[in-house]
């Protein structure tokens, strides 16, 4: 257990404490700490520490935990106290299945319709992935391929379907940061490349099958770390029966 609140450096302290805007800064700056991983899966949450590295009471901080048990991303027992919540593979096989079914259709309907600033905000993401890549930082290489997928879909003005994207990213994006790889970051930039080629080609069959295989990847990729990692799953113990690995729909 943490107790040394040097250990919570990477905590942002709020830069104004307003009434009511306490809790949404804790429960923002404990949210980037487990999706980034700087809090992993599976460690208990020092509450004091907590507190004393934001420079804010227990309420706000106990609110905040409540609303990450909400999002998953939390587990507090009684008596125990709270702790980072261990990664779900069937939440994660979950989510990724409603991005392969919604993007390839988002693309669907874009083809042949997007304009030119679509092309030309394509391009500089491409460049700046290539970028962080060559630098092997990883944090901002994440953000970027965010930010591809969003490009798409603030073009088609989907707020509906973002917004469900969106809702189910922090798990998500949980699981994939322990998959970054030098070699998964080159194998991203050449899967984006594919789905960007579908747009510039006009092709709607080439761009949603690159859509769909990459996420086929990146569904591989993450199955294979979780067999060779359970225990930072919920659900490690069943990484090992015979076809639950080859249950998620490729192709």
Do not use: W
């Not at 106290?81 to 693309?107: F, H, N, P, Q, W």
């Not at 699981?175 to 080609?201: M, S, V, W």
């Amino acid at each position: 257990m943490r107790t040394d609140v040097d250990h919570y450096h990477f905590l942002q302290r709020p830069t104004t404490l307003l009434r009511g805007s306490v809790t949404v800064d804790v429960t923002n700056a404990l949210r980037h700490a487990i999706v980034t991983l700087a809090m992993p899966p599976g460690e208990t949450i020092d509450k004091g520490a907590v507190c004393q590295q934001l420079g804010v009471s227990r309420f706000p901080v106990s609110e905040a935990l409540a609303r990450l048990r909400a999002d998953g991303l939390v587990d507090i027992a009684p008596q125990r106290g709270s702790t980072v919540s261990l990664v779900r593979i069937a939440d994660v096989r979950e989510y990724m299945l409603i991005r392969k079914g919604l993007e390839s259709e988002a693309l669907r309907v874009l083809i042949g319709s997007h304009d030119t600033s679509l092309i030309e905000d394509l391009h500089a993401n491409m460049a700046t992935q290539r970028e962080a890549a060559l630098e092997d930082d990883a944090g901002a290489f994440h953000a970027i391929d965010i930010e591809f997928h969003d490009i798409i879909f603030r073009s088609m003005r989907f707020t509906r379907i973002k917004n469900i994207i969106d809702g189910a990213r922090a798990n998500l994006d949980r699981a994939r940061r322990l998959i970054i790889t030098p070699r998964r970051l080159n194998l991203t930039i050449a899967e984006h490349q594919a789905i960007f080629d579908g747009i510039l080609a006009n092709d709607n069959a080439r761009a949603t099958q690159a859509i769909r295989a990459h996420i086929d990847a990146v569904m591989i990729e993450l199955f294979a770390f979780a067999r060779q990692n359970p225990d930072l799953f919920a659900d490690g113990e069943t990484l090992s029966k015979a076809g639950e690995l080859d249950s998620f729909p490729f192709g």
